[in-house]
């Protein structure tokens, strides 16, 4: 088991030290203030993720949809440009 680099028996000697730093009493409480911050942090991870796939997802929507739509504006510029002004010559 290696959480964060950190093997079984450094972990077992942190919680020795916590214990002994804080107290029987105390540990239960840090532990669950522990978690709920690590559940927040995930949760504010989680939703950062989701805001970028969706920014991303947008993003490249619009730029299928310039890609779709320049080739058309080119084509219609050109056919502009082809035809003959009609303008009166005396």
Do not use: W
């Amino acid at each position: 088991m290696n959480i964060f680099g950190i093997g079984l028996p450094e972990m077992g000697l942190i919680m020795i030290v916590a214990l002994l730093i804080f107290g029987p009493k105390k540990l239960p409480e840090i532990g669950r203030s522990l978690g709920k911050t690590i559940r927040g942090f995930q949760e504010a991870s989680n939703e950062f993720q989701s805001e970028f796939k969706r920014e991303a997802e947008n993003i490249e929507q619009a730029v299928k949809t310039t890609a779709e739509l320049e080739p058309k504006q080119i084509e219609a510029v050109t056919s502009q440009q082809e035809t003959p002004s009609s303008s009166p010559t005396s």
